[in-house]
Nanobody, 127 residues
């Protein structure tokens, strides 16, 4: 069992930056991969980024959806049981509820690869 709590969402102007945090608790030692997904109003839940959490998955490099490459950075701090999503050069199309997710089996880019989910945090990019 893993519990995830997102924070850091809010309203930001286009071109601005925001950092999301996902605090994990429970059996994090069994977690293979942590990921970020987002869901805009009326849209499906889409993959954003993922990163390995425990060995050997930490040997892999972070992976991003094409639309955020060069703008978003996923990182981890295992000592704090936290994964981050640094979002720069934000665009209105980035507006969505962002969800943190974890998998114990090694996650890919599909939502059904993940076992645990946070409650979501709203990110709104608007002038």
């Amino acid at each position: 069992q893993v519990q995830l709590v997102e924070s850091g969402g809010g309203l930001v102007q286009p071109g601005g930056s925001l950092r999301l945090s996902c605090a994990a608790s429970g059996r994090t030692f069994s977690t293979a991969t942590m990921g970020w997904f987002r869901q805009a109003l009326g849209k499906a839940r889409d993959f954003v980024a993922r990163i390995g959490w425990t060995w050997p998955y930490t040997g892999g490099v972070p992976y991003y959806v094409d639309s955020v490459k060069g703008r978003f950075t996923i990182s981890r701090d295992n000592a704090r049981n936290t994964v981050y999503l640094q979002m720069n050069s934000l665009k209105p199309e980035d507006t969505a509820v962002y969800y943190c997710a974890a998998t114990t089996t090694g996650g890919g880019s599909s939502w059904y690869d993940y076992n645990y989910w946070g409650q979501g945090t709203q990110v709104t990019v608007s002038s």
